[in-house]
């Protein structure tokens, strides 16, 4: 069965980083596009961002994160990561990592002064 475990999340405050990461078992991680969504309380599951897997490493943001967030991949470690950094309180939610219709437990992400 396919299994994502997201690690990384916390507690910072604005304009600081978080690097999160999910590692997957159960699946040929190589050859599948990763994603990222969050939620946050009351708020729909929205998108933040994917890579596509290949040479190219394609990858697509949120317009909400776009030159704030890179996510980025690791084959070897079957690990997929989420660098955000300049964070807004906007920015918190629990965070998920989403593959085979399978979500992670999700990491929580809080920013706040």
């Known amino acids: 069965q396919v299994q994502l475990v997201e690690s990384g999340g916390g507690l910072v405050q604005p304009g600081g980083s978080l690097r999160l990461s999910c590692a997957a078992s159960g699946i040929i991680f190589s050859i599948q596009t990763i994603y990222w969504y969050r939620q946050a309380p009351g708020k729909q599951r929205d998108f933040v961002a994917l890579i596509a897997p290949g040479n190219y490493g394609t990858t697509s943001y949120a317009d909400s994160v776009k030159g704030r967030f890179t996510i980025s991949r690791d084959n070897a470690k079957k690990t997929v990561y989420l660098q955000m950094n300049n964070l807004e309180p906007e920015d918190t939610a629990v965070y998920y990592c989403?593959?085979?219709?399978?979500w992670g437990q999700g990491t929580q992400v809080t920013v706040s002064s």
């Open positions: 989403h593959v085979f219709e399978t």
